[in-house]
């Protein structure tokens, strides 16, 4: 007998995480929520993923396998292309779910049909699933600022049938650039419920530079979206790169200092007044040409 509830597409694409998938699996198949499939695309993994994928005897589970890595934005591509949910929604191998989370947005958009995409909040997690942080997301409008959707979501299938692809040119942005060109187009909700457990991990992508280079991807899809205009966008990516030369700097790589304090000046003139800004940046310069002078009289002397 078919069941009455509409049908739930989770998508999760792995690559090479065996250390945590089957956790994320069972997240999904242990959901209070039941009419779901689980489409997971391994994206050549060569640690021993598939067998834990394959390990696993449900129904509802579908497995699709790329030969070669193709990167996240294809891997959602691939599944969400073979799902046939009313609900759509994609997770990651080393994040899980809390049991109700499925039922709790499903419940939130089938109360209203003007709303077209929901989303949680959630708890960061380390590697021993021991919460660090209670991450709340915020009101749509903040998407002009930064990526508050975060990690726990749920929508219509419509929004996917309208904005279409993860966007493989915006990686590692492709989430944010895909919910800035939906949120022009559909109603986003927020809910105030903890669903999700976001795991920091060594591999994850949680350095600082890391985060940098995605922010300025970020800044991008802003700009191709019209969240921002060009000089907005020109002044973001000058604090950003004030962010990288701190960076750098407290990594010693001095080169990338001298480049970035100055092109963040062009665009942006407050930085001439922030003294931390020109303390490094003078630092980067007479630092280099003191260890030089140095380096020079220890060589003349031992010559």
Not at 153 to 166: A, K, P, S, T
Request: proline fraction near 3%; include cysteine.
């Amino acid at each position: 007998m078919e069941s009455p509830l509409p049908l739930v597409s989770i998508i999760l694409p792995t690559f090479n995480g065996s250390r945590y998938i089957q956790q994320s699996i069972e997240s999904c198949l242990l959901q209070s929520y039941k009419n779901l499939e689980l489409i997971i695309v391994d994206d050549g993994s060569s640690d021993g993923t598939i067998e834990i994928i394959n390990s696993n005897k449900d129904s509802r589970i579908a497995v699709i396998q790329h030969r070669q890595n193709q990167g996240l934005p294809q891997s959602l591509n691939t599944g969400f292309s073979r799902s046939k949910g009313i609900y759509l929604t994609w997770t990651s191998d080393d994040n899980y779910y809390h049991p109700s989370a499925i039922e709790t947005m499903v419940n939130r958009l089938e109360e209203d049909e003007k709303i077209d995409f929901v989303y949680a909040n959630y708890w960061q997690v380390n590697e021993t699933n021991e919460v660090i942080e209670k991450v709340y997301v915020e009101i749509p409008e903040k998407l002009a600022d930064y990526d508050c959707v975060g990690a726990c979501f749920l929508y219509r299938r419509n929004v996917y049938e309208r904005i279409g692809n993860y966007n493989y040119e915006m990686k590692p942005a492709e989430d944010y650039d895909y919910w800035l060109r939906a949120a022009k187009l559909f109603n986003f909700v927020p809910i105030d419920f903890f669903l999700y457990y976001y795991r920091i991990h060594q591999n994850s992508l949680t350095s600082q530079l890391g985060q940098i280079m995605a922010a300025r991807m970020g800044e991008k899809a802003k700009l191709n979206t019209g969240w921002i205009n060009y000089k907005q966008y020109k002044k973001n990516l000058a604090f950003l790169d004030i962010c990288e030369a701190f960076e750098n700097y407290t990594k010693k790589d001095y080169s990338n200092v001298r480049k970035l304090v100055p092109r963040a000046i062009v665009v942006d003139q407050s930085y001439l007044l922030n003294k931390g800004v020109l303390s490094i940046f003078f630092d980067s310069i007479l630092g280099i040409q003191h260890r030089d002078l140095i380096h020079k009289k220890i060589t003349i002397k031992n010559s």
